[in-house]
């Protein structure tokens, strides 16, 4: 399969008089759902203003009611605070860094939350936009 990958911003403007805006992007990834907050090999780039987290297989298993935490080194639970990890969910926008445009690129970290799994594994897609660029 083909792939394209640019170093800057994608955006559409549509007509001569529509406003130019930045597309939905997204990055998915799996991690243990039992392991301490560690990173999972994905990174957003700066300008980046994150959005929601969606755990698209609820496939942590054990413990009662289990949930894991997606953010930084620095704030581990900055994008998705205490997501459900059992039960795939809808869009959940709860960490502190949700809207914020990030100033340097920034490693994405995930990890157990405050109620442990005792095994299996969670795949989820953290969506954003890029920093609009005016011409």
Same mark, same amino acid.
């Given at each position: 399969?083909? !792939?394209?990958?640019?170093?800057?911003?994608?955006?559409?403007?549509?007509?001569?008089?529509?406003?130019?805006?930045?597309?939905?992007?997204?990055?998915?990834? !799996?991690?243990?759902?039992?392991?301490?907050?560690?990173?999972?090999?994905?990174?957003?780039?700066?300008?980046?203003?994150? #959005?929601?987290?969606?755990?698209?297989?609820?496939?942590?298993?054990?413990?009662?009611?289990?949930?894991?935490?997606?953010?930084?080194?620095?704030?581990?639970?900055?994008?998705?605070?205490?997501?459900?990890?059992?039960?795939?969910?809808?869009?959940?926008?709860?960490?502190? #860094?949700?809207?914020?445009?990030?100033?340097?690129?920034?490693?994405?970290?995930?990890?157990?939350?405050?109620?442990?799994?005792?095994?299996?594994?969670?795949?989820?897609? #953290?969506?954003?936009?890029?920093?609009?660029?005016?011409?």
């Amino acid at each position: 399969m083909a !792939s394209s990958t640019i170093k800057g911003f994608w955006r559409t403007k549509g007509t001569k008089n529509a406003t130019p805006a930045v597309g939905l992007l997204a990055v998915k990834f !799996s991690f243990d759902p039992t392991q301490a907050s560690a990173t999972v090999s994905k990174t957003l780039p700066a300008g980046a203003i994150p #959005l929601f987290v969606q755990n698209v297989n609820g496939g942590a298993t054990g413990g009662t009611n289990p949930t894991v935490d997606v953010g930084t080194s620095g704030d581990p639970d900055g994008f998705a605070n205490e997501l459900d990890a059992d039960g795939a969910t809808g869009f959940t926008n709860t960490g502190a #860094l949700m809207g914020v445009e990030l100033t340097a690129d920034t490693e994405v970290y995930a990890g157990v939350g405050a109620s442990a799994a005792t095994g299996g594994s969670v795949t989820a897609i #953290l969506y954003y936009v890029s920093k609009p660029r005016h011409n």
